[in-house]
Nanobody, 116 residues
């Protein structure tokens, strides 16, 4: 099982980015997939999750109304559409997938930098 994150970059405040997390062999093996982030000098925090069975989504309060998480099973990818980016969104973003209650997989991080 592997997760490959991509799509980070440098963007001005108010701009948008879309992060991608490609899963091998398939996103179907994951019960829950999500994105976490770790800003400079901060602990890693939950950004958003999506549950496979119900497609239910969950967002951190700080990103509600600005970020959208969604899955494309055919492309084996989970996306994080980030709109209205703020400097405080600057962080390394990590893709996460759970295959069981105690089994979590992480992709490598992708840097998002938002300039003011």
């Amino acid at each position: 099982v592997q997760l490959q994150a991509s799509g980070g970059g440098l963007v001005q405040a108010g701009g948008s980015l879309r992060l991608s997390c490609a899963a091998s062999p398939s996103i179907a093996v994951f019960n829950v997939m999500g994105w976490y982030r770790q800003g400079p000098g901060k602990q890693r925090e939950l950004v958003a999750t999506v549950t496979a069975s119900t497609s239910a989504t969950n967002y951190a309060d700080s990103v509600k109304g600005r970020f959208i998480i969604f899955r494309d099973t055919a492309k084996r990818t989970v996306y994080l559409q980030m709109n209205g980016l703020k400097p405080e969104d600057t962080a390394v973003y990590y893709c996460n997938g759970q295959t069981g209650p105690l089994t979590t997989h992480w992709g490598q991080g992708t840097q998002v930098t938002v300039s003011s």
